[in-house]
């Protein structure tokens, strides 16, 4: 018997589906049905949390350097062993002294150096990030052809590098609507004028237009996984595993 | 960071946003009176937490799934000013984590809080808890203890995800005022459907200035805003000499560069330039130099076992 | 940082022969200094702990700054030697990433039981004096227990060749299936459903932004409104063929641009796309302002 055992997988399906009820029930209110499964969850997340800490974190990255490696058939050694990544087990203890209600303070010298490591990391990958969304920001807004309003259908496949009419209102558009949004998220200057104020006012509800799409966008692949949720629940376990019809 | 061609460039512009910021943390710290705007969703602080004391219900914080980084701190933070207020009233406060390192630095800041206000006695290490750092887990614990401890403030700010929802669902559905501020650009959208109040983009970050007036922070957002209209003059100026290169100047040679050569201009009969080889554009994509010269020496025995 | 390990090349201090006595002694001392180091700081004064905090802090953030500024070596190879003092830091720099990288995740992760502590004295103080729900105290003390000790059994049970072969072929119920039904069964499920449940949250969200009426939400739902019709096939193909009607496509500019798809991609293109990015830019100055103020511990109340 393995894994795709007919009872077995039957068995799991079962499970899974006790689980879409135990949790689904949260929709009418919360019963000890919910905080049962609720409950078996959180453990479940926390057992295999502490499992994959080890499996695909520290094995590899910490206790596989600092044991080395050896290859097996032949006894030689594959990596050596590089003794200083003992170093990490004193520097984490060091994080579990916040339960001392008088050292607690030493918790912040890892916390302080895993701050100061990502804030590091932060100034480094600042451009790598936020450049190429600038670069693609510079629109150009000029046209270089009045000869159609619209984009002419390429001719023989060839890219035609001009700027209809209607791109650079576009173009326009867009470099408007991005400098109206920052315009809203300027924060230390009273906008007195009235077109610095009417800028702000645009940026926001354009920003609502940017959030709308989002919405209309994201609900239809929400449905799409309440809907499968529904076939494995109605169609797989309980139309072809219990009654057994196809 | 590269700094070939013009690689150097991108290097002196995050610097420049650096010094920004840093000169107006220093401009505040002398004394300077600086001015910050409204942030819609602030002023309900105070309600939320007069609400939760009045109904003697806990105020709830979560910061998402915000990690151990900028975000996660700045989220923790403005927790901190909350919880200052309802130190004052003794209104329990509950602040679920989802990462383990976060939730150390929120205990001891947390804790720090109840001690500046004079009342440590007050302070429930209980009141701060990991949850787990699975995200739908989490979702489904934030939710039950919503509904068991019937909180009637929530606070959500930070590294929201798709869990955004259930949370702020959760909380209406016990009636608790719902003030949220995502990261995550793509989740505000169903903050703004769900909850009372959202404070959008970066004003969870001017949060804690407008909070605290505190002369780092205001000197901060100050440098901030130069920062943002720095990010806006690129763009602008680029756009406008972008357009008015490809409108009135023709591109007469083309830049090329075979594997393991130095690249060249060669001659081509004029034509209108591509967008990507417009001049402002070299700032953000700079060309990559030829082979080095003279070349380097090889070790003598080729290195194994990695990095370390 | 620990000098690049050269096979061919006797080991150096850093290293040693992997299982040899001389390693684990090596390791159990750099454990014991570690630890004496801890207790020389427990002896630390009050006012010298926000200094040795804040240097800790920068120490971390400055080897990122050296990376961010210190001119990167062209072409970098582990088995070139640098042609300068510059290009020699530039190596060192490069060479050492990866084990600082290692080096934070490995410390991130070990802080991992300090968030199952905080679980663990909730629920067992539930369970062991009886309080107000100790039976779902006992049930999640019951599933982290299986999920621990069948998730490890599984996995030690396909560290070698034939173990992995036999978990496959023949699994048995103790730890194969019961891992299986803990993670497959129950576990990934759960995730699924909870994520699938959003749906009816959508849903509830949007019907009372719907009731407020304000100019606000109108626009944010209308907008919505149109993105989700361009998004529906059947919604769509009835459009097109009313409007076809009218114009066949390419006929006309006014009625191509009164297609759903047509005006979705331009509210995506040219009004989604800038405000977000806008405001991205924000969150990243935001995000960039907070980071150098946490490097240089002026942030009140985080390393002080």
Known sequence: MNLEHPTYVFIKMTAGVLATVGLYSVLYRETKLYRFFEHMFLGLAAGWSLTAIWTDTLKDQWWGQMVGKIDEQTGAMKEPAVWPWAFVVPMAFMAYLIFSRKHNWISRIPLGLLIGLGAGQTFLNWFNLYGPQMADSVKTIIPTTFSSLTVP??????????????????????????????????????????FLKGMSTAGRLVLMVGFGAIFGSTVMTRFALFIDRMYFVWIEWLWRSVLHLS | MQYYDTGFLQVLFVLLLMAFI?????????????????????????EAIGRSTEMGRPVLMVPGLSGLDPVGIQAVKIFGYITRTAARFATPIRLLLANAPLYSVATEMIRDVYQTEGVPERFDPQSVRFVTDRQFAFAAGVAGLIYRERVAAAFLMGDWYAESLIV???????????????????????????????????????????????????????GQDWAKLAIASVIVLFSLFGSVEKRFVQQTAEWVQEPGKAGEYRPIPARMKNNDELTPLRFFFPRKPGPIDPPRQKRETAPTGGDS | MIPVAQAAQPLSFWQAEPGSTRMWLLILAAVVVGFLVVAALLRAPTRARPVIVSTVTFLGGLYFVLHFLWPTAQDYSPDEVPRNAVEGFSFWLQGTLPSVTAFAQSLGAMLLGIGIYSLLSIH????????????????????????????????????????????????????????????????????????????FFIFSAAYRAFRIRSVESTILLGTALIVMLGLMGG????????????????ESVIVDSLRLPTIRSWIQDNLQSPSIRAMEFGLAIGGLAMALRLWLSIEKGVSH
Request: one cysteine or more; hydrophobic letters at 50%.
């Open chain 2, 168 to 222: 702020a669902e959760s909380a209406n559905a016990v009636g608790a005022i719902q003030v949220a501020a995502s990261t995550i650009t793509t989740q505000t959208p169903f903050l703004i459907a769900a909850c009372d109040y959202v404070m959008i983009g970066d004003e969870f970050y001017a949060a804690s200035a407008y909070l605290s007036r505190e002369p780092v922070l205001v000197g901060s957002l100050v």
């Open chain 1, 153 to 194: 259908p390429p001719v023989n496949g060839q890219p035609d590098p001009n700027v209809y009419l209607s791109q650079a209102i576009n173009n326009l558009i867009f470099v408007a609507t991005l400098l109206c949004v920052l315009s809203y998220f300027i924060f230390c200057t009273e906008f007195k004028s009235r």
């Open chain 3, 124 to 199: 067992l103080g539930r369970l062991l004096k009886r309080q107000k729900d100790w039976f779902f105290s006992l049930v999640f003390t019951l599933s982290m227990a299986a999920m621990i000790l069948f998730g490890y059994w599984d996995w030690i049970s396909r560290l070698t060749p034939e173990g992995a072969r036999a978990a496959a072929e023949t699994p048995s119920v103790f730890p194969h299936f019961a891992k299986d039904l803990l993670f497959g069964g129950l576990f990934i499920n759960m995730d699924a459903v909870m994520f699938s449940i959003i749906a």
């Open chain 3, 235 to 250: 919604v769509v193909v009835s459009q097109d063929s009313l409007l076809n009607s009218i114009a066949q496509p390419g």
């Open chain 2, 22 to 46: 840093l000169f107006n943390i220093q401009r505040a710290r002398g004394g300077k009176q600086l001015f910050i705007r409204r942030i819609p969703g602030l002023s309900a602080i105070d």
